[in-house]
């Protein structure tokens, strides 16, 4: 059974930095691209980076050079590290699955992934 755990999420100040973790089971990572999603309050759900099977990554104009996707050592988890947070950048933060090779400009498209995890709270205010 596919799964996704997120965890991470908390109260942050502007300008700090916060490193979510997305712990996932019942498949093999590489096999898998990973995508990065957030929900603001009253906005739409959107794309914050993915990174394919093969460790390509795409992130979203907004928080390019801010954001960084990386696996860890185990392969068993995927880390969405975000420095110079900023306020904008509150929301419920969420990670994502798909099989099988997938076009960059597709790992920004909630309709690519199948599998969602549970989201984590992320709060930048002073």
């Known amino acids: 059974q596919v799964q996704l755990v997120e965890s991470g999420g908390g109260l942050v100040q502007p300008g700090g930095t916060l490193t979510l973790s997305c712990a996932v089971s019942?498949?093999?990572?590489?096999?898998?691209?990973i995508g990065w999603f957030r929900r603001a309050p009253g906005k739409e759900r959107e794309g914050v980076g993915g990174?394919?099977?093969?460790?390509?990554?795409t992130y979203a104009d907004s928080v390019k050079g801010r954001f960084t996707i990386s696996r860890g050592n185990d392969k068993s988890i995927v880390y969405l590290k975000m420095n110079s947070l900023k306020p904008e950048d509150t929301a419920v933060y969420y990670c994502?699955?798909?099989?099988?090779?997938?076009?960059?400009?597709?790992?920004?498209?909630?309709?690519?992934?199948?599998?969602w995890g549970q989201g984590t709270q992320v709060t930048v205010s002073s």
């Open positions: 994502a699955a798909t099989l099988g090779p997938i076009s960059s400009s597709n790992l920004l498209r909630p309709r690519a992934y199948h599998t």
């Open positions: 990174m394919s099977g093969g460790g390509s990554t």
């Open positions: 019942g498949f093999t990572l590489s096999y898998y691209a």
